[in-house]
């Protein structure tokens, strides 16, 4: 969701102007490159929040594998 959009930027821009200008995006307006800053800033932070909500629940997993149940499950058969 969050290249659509550099991809919609992209689509409008001339590319041979840009190709003629040397650097990459040397057209670009302070705003538009604001809008990309924040963008990738966003994304970099969700990512993040991501990555360690991922490693919260894989810690939880690996302590409720290794936790006591109370009792010895070997040998148990359930069924509904």
């Known amino acids: 969701m969050s ?4 991809a919609w930027q992209v689509s409008r821009a001339n590319p041979i102007e840009n190709l003629r200008s040397g650097t ?3 057209g670009d307006q302070p705003r538009r ?10 994304q970099v932070a969700l990512a993040l929040v991501l990555l360690g909500g ?3 629940m894989a810690r939880t997993f690996w302590n ?5 149940a109370g009792f010895n ?3 148990v058969l359930t069924f509904s």
Do not use: H
Request: hydrophobic letters at 45%.
């Open 3 to 6: 290249g659509l959009a550099p």
């Open 24 to 26: 990459p995006g040397a």
């Open 33 to 42: 490159s604001r809008l990309r800053g924040t963008l990738v800033a966003a």
């Open 54 to 56: 991922t490693l919260l």
């Open 64 to 68: 409720l594998q290794r936790a006591d």
């Open 73 to 75: 499950p070997r040998d």
